[in-house]
Structure formats: structure tokens, C-alpha cells
């Protein structure tokens, strides 16, 4: 019987399908951090039980963490005490732990890929919705919440409905310019953040096959952001070679073994999806968001529709516009922004700081603008000063900060006040995302360092 990428993963995890129920999938690798992790370590020892496969658990410490002086005290309590409990529950469980100043420290899921962590045909979980970023490398990942992540911990499975399969197939030519986020904004745009609802996404076709491996991890990321419990694309030798010599990744023979297995990973020329989506490269421009959810993008030379042109209720739709500040019928270039935010798990790797800097290079940060720079781990931090980046930053206004989950959801201090315009990197644009009364216009890291040069909205081909 022929099979999608999707249904050969699955399967092969089930421990028991349950009738007319969910199946039992065994889990193996579950990444854990500070925030949906503490209440799960409380109800282990409540019951008095272990985590069963302590050497299956990776735990970072990212979402509240500050991004500048991760060397001193952390001053918000909640925060300390999460980070502290995160600490010993991984020592008491003999669980892999990277703190604040660990040279393997980061967002969890920038340090899961670029250790090994992250393998082709492997089921993922953690307890945060953007977990379906390790789908980029062939693998079933998605997010669970904290009742889940104590199942995980306690019997390394977990129960779940098997979702219906939707391919999403791009083929042509990227224009210069339109990037890998461009591209996910772009299909959510097209589909609404409701519109995979249901489905697990197999991405396929030219765009994807040529994407880097960084590029891949952007698209899905934001597979959650239209409804879908994750998005996957079948591994090649770009994720092949992305892998070898990792910290985690099988070595010597069990790396063949490995290898064997994962070039069978790939939809069956004859297999059938639930739901299939054609859209062609050469129409997708560089986007941006101008509404509350990240399926309100458009590109950005276009204006924002009426209200009769989208998939919204009016009521709605003018709530989110109001609370923009926005009209049906403007034009996004021009408009003025006060923040710029790169970084985040969906774009702080070290291809989208080597894109913002090959705008910003031989310019000058506008004055008016406020910029946070994160990175999404300690490697990502050197490489990009390794790589000369650092200087070209530095020289153009900017300065460095420390790997975090940062004004992502701001949990920390990078929080965009009240009425402030962010064009942000990051992966959400609700009503109050980034801080309280804050408004984020999602983007690509080219567009937000045109933002960044100009100070309003920009379109980053006049610069490149």
C-alpha cells in the first residue's frame, strides 16, 4: 500500500491504536523549557514516578529569559523560580539541561536542529505550539500542552488523532528578494490561520526542494499559524549533509543504518493526500502583515483590502484594523515604524542575520528606530561574530543581544509598549503579542532591515 512522508512516520510510531479513539505514538525526543515544564515535574513527583527516558529529554532554558546580562540575577521572580525549577528537576531526573551561559543554550527549537537532536522520521514533542519546526527535517514534531508534557515524561508516548494529510506543492522561481518567510505568509494568507485546521502538511515541490535547510525550518514553524498540528518535508541530502557530525546524530555504522532508513522517507510517487494545494513561486512577493493574525499579510507593494475582499467578518475585521491604527485601502509602504525585532525561533538563525546585515551594510540604523537583535542560540551568537556580521551590525547602528525567545511573546523585558509599530520576525501578531497594546507587522528579516534603515515600511528590493 503506497504511503505519504506523513503516514510512513506514524506509523511506525504507534504502540496501540485505540478503536475508534486516538492512537498511543511513542515520542522520541521531547524538548522541554522553563515554562510548561515546571506544574509536569510536580505531578511526576505528586505520583511518585520518574521520567522514564530521561536520555529521550533535552531541556533549554529560552522563554523568559533576559537578553542582556543573562550573567546576573534574574530580576522578575516568576522567572527565576521557573528557571530554578527547570535546574533541579533536570538534575533530580538525570535529564540533558543547558542554562543561561551554557555554550549549548537557545531557543529550543534553533538548539535541537543545529545539536543533532532534531533527525529525519523521528516524532517530536515540547511544550510549545511552534515544535512543528522540526518537521523540516522529515520529522513528525508538534506542539503539546503541559498535561502532555507530564504523559511524555511518564511513559514516553502520547495519545493523539491522527490528522488528515494536505500537501502544499510551489513549483517555479522565487523572485529576488521573496524569502522562505515570505513564502509561509504568503500560504497563509491564501488559507487563513484556519484553513489547515485538521491536517499534518507535507510541503513539496521546486521551492522547497531548493530552500536551505534554515529556510525550510522557517516554513514550518509557521505551519501551526493556519491551523495545521504540523508541517513536515521529506529529507535529501541537504538535510543529510545539515546533520552529520552533530553532538546527537548517529556516528559510524548506526549512522549508515540510519541512513538507510531515511532515504525511504518520502512520499510514494501513487500515495493520496486528503487535500492537495497548488501555488506558483513567481506570484509570491515579499509580504507583511497589517491585521491581528498572521493570515492578514498581503504583499507588500499592495494596499489593505476591503472588508468585502477577505475571509473575515466585518465586525471583526474593523476591530483589528482600529486596533492597528490602519484603514481599508492604505498603503503599507510608508508607514512608520518605532521597533524592529529580528530573531525568534522562526527566524534567528544564522541565514537570517547574514540577510539583515546584507541590507543594513554601508547604512545607518534610522534614529527614531529601536532595534533588538537576538540570536537564537550561543552558536548563532558566535557565528555571527565569527563571520564579520557583529562589525557590520555595529557599524551600522546596531547592537547584539543575547539569545532568548525575547519580544517574541514577551515574556521577559523585551516588551514593545503600548500604541508602538514593530516589524517583527517573529511568528505571531495578536493583540498584544509582543506587550500590552503593542501592534507587530510580521515579516521577513530583508524587510525588517529596510524598516530598520528608513524607519516606516519598506520595500527591501529598493536596497538590495
Not at 206 to 225: Q, W
Not at 358 to 380: E, N, R, T
Request: overall charge negative.
Amino acid at each position: 500500500m503506497s504511503k505519504t512522508l506523513f503516514d510512513k512516520v506514524w506509523d511506525t510510531h504507534v504502540v496501540k491504536s485505540i478503536e475508534d479513539g486516538p492512537d498511543v505514538l511513542f515520542i522520541d525526543r521531547h524538548l522541554i523549557h522553563e515554562v510548561t515544564s515546571p506544574v509536569a515535574f510536580l505531578g511526576l513527583k505528586e505520583r511518585g514516578i520518574k521520567v522514564m527516558y530521561p536520555e529521550r529529554t533535552f531541556a533549554t532554558a529560552d522563554h523568559n529569559t533576559p537578553t542582556i546580562d543573562q550573567h546576573l540575577p534574574v530580576n522578575d521572580p516568576l522567572s527565576a523560580n521557573q528557571l530554578k525549577a527547570l535546574e533541579n528537576n533536570s538534575k533530580e531526573h538525570n535529564i540533558i539541561h543547558w542554562g543561561l551561559g551554557h555554550k549549548n543554550n537557545g531557543i529550543v527549537h534553533v538548539v535541537g536542529p543545529e545539536n543533532g537532536i532534531t533527525l529525519p522520521g523521528a516524532t517530536i514533542v515540547c511544550g510549545d505550539s511552534h515544535t512543528s519546526t522540526h518537521g523540516a527535517f522529515g520529522a513528525i514534531a508538534f506542539g503539546i500542552g503541559t498535561s502532555e508534557v507530564e504523559m511524555v515524561l511518564a511513559s514516553q508516548c502520547i495519545m493523539q488523532p491522527k490528522p488528515k494529510k494536505m500537501c502544499i506543492n510551489i513549483d517555479g522561481n522565487l523572485s529576488s528578494g521573496v524569502t522562505p518567510k515570505d513564502v509561509a505568509l504568503y500560504i497563509i494568507s491564501k488559507l487563513t490561520t484556519s484553513g489547515a485546521t485538521g491536517y499534518f502538511v507535507e510541503y513539496a515541490g521546486d521551492v522547497f526542494e531548493k530552500m536551505s535547510m534554515e529556510g525550510r525550518m522557517t516554513v514550518c514553524n509557521l505551519s501551526i499559524e493556519m491551523g495545521a498540528r504540523g508541517g513536515m518535508i521529506a529529507p535529501d541530502e541537504k538535510t543529510f549533509d545539515y546533520i552529520q557530525g552533530r553532538k546527537f546524530t548517529p556516528k559510524n555504522d548506526d549512522w549508515d543504518i540510519a541512513m538507510n532508513y531515511w532515504k525511504t522517507l518520502k512520499t510514494d510517487n501513487d500515495a493520496v493526500f486528503d487535500k492537495e494545494l497548488n501555488f506558483d513561486a513567481a506570484k509570491i512577493q515579499p509580504m507583511i502583515t497589517y491585521g491581528t493574525n498572521p493570515g492578514m499579510g498581503i504583499s507588500i507593494s499592495n494596499q489593505i483590502p476591503q472588508a468585502d475582499e477577505i475571509q473575515i467578518g466585518k465586525t471583526t475585521y474593523e476591530k483589528s484594523l482600529n486596533y492597528m491604527g490602519f484603514n481599508e485601502g492604505d498603503a503599507m509602504i510608508g508607514k512608520k515604524i518605532d521597533y524592529v525585532f529580528l530573531g525568534s525561533c522562526t527566524n534567528g538563525r544564522i541565514e537570517d542575520f547574514r540577510a539583515f546585515a546584507s541590507i543594513v551594510k554601508g547604512k545607518k540604523k534610522a534614529d527614531d528606530v529601536i532595534a533588538w537583535l537576538v540570536p537564537g542560540s550561543h552558536k548563532v551568537e558566535d557565528q555571527i561574530k565569527e563571520e564579520g556580521i557583529l562589525d557590520v551590525l555595529t557599524d551600522a547602528g546596531f547592537k547584539l543581544r543575547q539569545p532568548g525567545c525575547s519580544a517574541c511573546l514577551a515574556m521577559n523585558d523585551d516588551k514593545i509598549p503600548a500604541g508602538k509599530y514593530s516589524v517583527s520576525t517573529s511568528n505571531r501578531n495578536f493583540e498584544g503579542r509582543q506587550g500590552p497594546g503593542s501592534r507587530t507587522l510580521l515579516a521577513s528579516p530583508l524587510v525588517a532591515a529596510a524598516a530598520a534603515i528608513t524607519g516606516k515600511v519598506t520595500d527591501p528590493r529598493n536596497l538590495i
